[in-house]
């Protein structure tokens, strides 16, 4: 009688766990209960694998936590819990799910600086981001660059402008450090690659000389020629005579227009004035930039004026630019 019972017992026994087994195995087959498309999980930082199989049960995601917690000794996985944002996403299963969160692939946001833009432009974007940490426009430029370990650089073009992305909470110093990086190794890049017998003397100048053409014109097709027509100037000991760059000397005094006086005015930028490339970039050129800066466009123009549609109009002589000026700047036949 009493090997009976233990016989019984045993099979009992023996049913409750391939019960449990079977849906242990439909639970890590089934997907997620999500409320929606996707679904955003926070994990704060020292959160155990207890505590946030407790709080995904909480939220709904998980019918019980133990399944969860088993799933995660099983493969390992039980210390490797990181903190973070994670997107969870409908029709992910348990053990995805579990391979995220322990793998750190995080939500990351995206942060651009575009082409054109000054450096303190770009300081702006990055401390307006609301999910970054820390603040940059307090810092002046000396400090600011003196962080990123170059005391007493100028700041100005030195930063890559396209779009990089981050983890919530990423300090705003490592998104400049990033977009700093970035430039200096594609500029070393470029002036690798760079046209032999060019009027520029270092990998700088011609960061200097990008920017410029940044400025003067957003038409891919006209970048070769707007840096062929500065690099003949150069190259004949012309002034380059460039509207961006008495703009940017005028700092906040510019007010959309440029007189006649701000042309005659002696700044270290006003190239109507000085001779040569005026001492730093005035923005933060792209790789196109760049790239035409070190591969000008061969030909004779020496000027070129706006046509009033995002293009230019390139002469050889001054007659012919005098002529363009008439007709598209002071609209006179």
Do not use: C
């Not at 760059?245 to 000085?274: F, K, Q, S």
């Not at 020496?302 to 609209?331: C, K, Q, W």
């Amino acid at each position: 009688m009493v090997w009976r019972i233990l016989a019984i017992l045993l099979l009992l026994g023996l049913l409750l766990l391939l019960g449990i087994w079977m849906d242990f195995r439909a639970f890590v087959t089934r997907p997620l209960a999500l409320s929606a498309p996707s679904v955003v999980l926070d994990i704060p930082r020292g959160t155990s694998l207890r505590g946030l199989a407790r709080r995904m049960t909480d939220d709904g995601l998980l019918p019980h936590p133990y399944y969860f917690i088993a799933l995660a000794y099983r493969q390992g996985d039980q210390g490797r819990i990181k903190a973070g944002e994670y997107e969870l996403k409908a029709g992910m299963r348990p053990a995805e799910v579990l391979a995220r969160i322990t793998s750190g692939r995080v939500i990351e946001y995206p942060v651009t600086l575009v082409e054109g833009w000054t450096f303190r432009q770009a300081v702006a974007a990055i401390d307006q981001h609301p999910k970054l940490a820390g603040a940059l426009g307090s810092l002046t430029d000396d400090e600011l660059m003196a962080a990123l370990g170059r005391p007493g650089e100028h700041p100005e073009g030195r930063f890559f402008p396209d779009t990089y992305r981050f983890a919530r909470e990423t300090p705003r110093l490592t998104v400049l450090r990033r977009a700093f990086e970035r430039m200096e190794r594609i500029l070393a890049e470029e002036w690798a690659g760079r046209q032999e017998g060019l009027p520029i003397d270092t990998a700088y100048d011609a960061l200097i000389l990008a920017s410029i053409i940044e400025k003067e014109t957003g038409l891919a097709h006209e970048r070769d020629e707007i840096a062929g027509v500065f690099v003949r100037r150069l190259r004949l000991g012309m002034r380059l005579q460039t509207d961006p760059t008495v703009i940017y000397g005028m700092g906040d005094r510019y007010e959309g227009r440029i007189r006649r006086v701000d042309l005659r005015e002696a700044t270290p930028y006003n190239t109507y004035v000085i001779q040569g490339l005026p001492p730093t970039p005035i923005a933060l050129p792209g790789r196109a930039a760049i790239r035409a800066a070190l591969h000008p466009a061969e030909g004779e123009s020496l000027y070129f004026v706006a046509r009033g549609d995002g293009g230019h109009v390139f002469s050889a002589t001054l007659d012919e630019h005098n002529a363009a000026v008439r007709r598209y700047i002071l609209n006179k036949p």
